[in-house]
């Protein structure tokens, strides 16, 4: 697998504006033509038919490829056009390529002058990636259209794209079915017209896949005439004298036929609904299985003090933030494009409530150690800002009297809110039982092997009556599983070699006018609604009582308040509220467990998943993981550098199993 060489900042496009059309100094050559969504109409759409073709579409999904987002005209009039005539079943997924992406502030404010004319520019001005290298996916008009981006150099991108394909999906499955060439002229961008780039996306391609190009240079001609398209002249007179324009020929192809898999995903926490939506947006029918949640018997154990059953996706509220580091590691690359990924996924969901995030000085976090941070991603646009004393006590309500990062897509999610709309679609069944082992199968007479889940339903339990309790058995098949087991990871025996530990925690809401406006991370952290201040959480690596978690978490917040206000504040004076505990699980090394399952041969399971270890982060980096996990499945292209999906496989620990034997309770 190809990936980035190293994280280093984008360069921007050098944008200048004349007369309301964009012109780009860095290539000396404009975006497009004043009348520029004619243009797209005669050049890109009209030559290869595609109204026509989206009014006759009889399969789910129409796949595009373009080379040179740019300012993702031709990406809005195509989406534009596809929403009017497409059947309303059927999805656009568009993949694109830009090496010198518009900043996220140059971006939104042009999206918002064009929505008026082309509203699919209103979403995509609130999901825009910031300037960071590699993929981003976003969801469009209600999961309708899915966006790939990719920033940085096509030929790299194209190359990630190509390395995918080795079990494509129902998008995918049947290749590109339009390309769009729209780089700068092929004397000012020579690498974007490359015959080997030709050859690459002849690769991709459907058969009889269309090309449109607003160039007419003859070796463009020629060259993709090489790559197996049959090319013919367009004119465009009166506004200039040819375009060019193809169809795919040549049969050679990577590609594969496959038929749309079978999906079993065990677990509904986070993790678990992340995934199931992910697959349903695409028009993946999946099962989704879920333990029942006894709140009574829940509510005994915690009264013993007993790790109880709530997952630490059942608490809210939970905080979005991004956990920055100042490095070039791997562990940054991945806790940056988790959190933009997770950022833009939720923009729209009614249970995220964007507040904006101040992250402030705590036990670890000097003001240096801010700056750092800041330095490291203010490239990229506004996403991360550097506040001054003054400036955060404007946003957050309260005196501050030091500087503060602030995260104006981040805020607090309602996460039992957030996980039931999850669940309701309807590619998603949801089945309520416990899953008591797995297992990969050849049913009677069945010619290939599935993954059997086999549960207990838990009904008619009679808790008075020892060994009295009845439930139904059942066992449900898929051609693939995605185990997110939160607290319950050792429970499967494909499992048992992951490295983990339960680690409870706890939030307490305390009945306080505090005037903050909005959360802030510290120490701890503290989210404010009306006269109620949620703090927390602790981190027990043993179970602690209710009562000594609680003390903790308010002496805690006492020695933090301070830096936050000048008002002092004594605990007799705090009234307690509601108490919510939770267990995360977490791995060994604190990364997340995202990929295949390999057995003592290092060797992968066919078709078994997992998405686990997400700690306390689950809001942040189950998103990318879900998407990860399904790209894996289907073939399509991984949103993100290659090198986080290497660094979250649980092959990890395999490896480090075969140097040094079992730890941390694994087998």
Known sequence: MTTVSIDKPLVSAQLRWNKGQ???????????ADDGINEVQRVLITPCQLQERFTELNQADFCIGELGFGTGLNFTVITDLFLKYAPPETRLHFISFEKHPLSQQAFRAMAMERSRQLPPYLDLSEKYPPLLSGWHKRYLVKQRVSLWLYFGDADSGISELLSAQFNPNKSLNKGVQHWILD?????????????????????????KCTVATFTSVGQVRRDLQQAGFLMRKISQLPFKRHSLAGTRTSTSSILKVTQTPSILVVGGGIAGVCMASCLANQGIKVTLI?????????????????????????????????????????????RSRMYVH??????????????????????NTDAAKLSRVYEKYQHSGNWIQLLDSESASDIAGMDFNHPALYFPDSGSVDMGHLCSLLQDHPNIRLISANVLHIARVTQTGGRQSQWQATTSDGTNE??????????????????????CPGENSGHFEQLKYLELTQVPGQLNTLKIHSGM?????????????????????????????????????LERFKQWWPLLSNE???????????????????????????????????QALEGLWLSCAHGSSGLTSAPLAAEIIASEILGSPIPTDLRIAELCESLRFRARQARRGFRNGAS
């Open 22 to 32: 964009p012109y780009s100094q860095s290539y000396d050559d404009i975006y497009h």
């Open 183 to 207: 780089g700068f002229s092929p004397h000012q961008n020579p690498d974007m017209w490359a015959p080997t780039l030709f050859q690459k996306l002849a690769a991709l391609s459907a058969e």
């Open 290 to 334: 879920d333990q029942p949640f006894n709140k009574l018997l829940a509510k005994e154990k915690l009264a013993k003090h007993k790790p109880n059953q709530q997952r630490a996706s059942d608490i809210s509220p939970a905080i979005l933030h991004a956990r920055l580091l100042a490095d070039d590691s791997p562990t940054a690359l991945m």
């Open 342 to 363: 997770a950022s833009a996924w939720l923009r729209s969901n009614p249970a995220f409530k964007k507040t904006g995030v101040l992250q402030t000085l705590g036990p």
């Open 462 to 483: 009679s808790r008075g009556n020892k060994g009295s309790s009845v439930s139904t058995k059942n066992n449900y098949y898929a051609d693939h599983m995605v185990i």
């Open 517 to 553: 406006k909005l959360p802030i991370i510290g120490a701890g952290f503290a989210c404010p609604d009306n006269d109620n201040l949620t703090i927390g959480a602790t981190y027990e690596h043993s179970q602690w009582s209710e009562a000594r978690a609680s003390q903790f978490n």
């Open 568 to 602: 002092n504040i004594e605990l007799s004076d705090i009234t307690t509220g509601e108490v919510s505990r939770a267990i995360r699980s977490v791995a060994r090394d604190r990364l997340p467990i995202i990929g295949g399952v390999f057995d003592l041969n290092q």
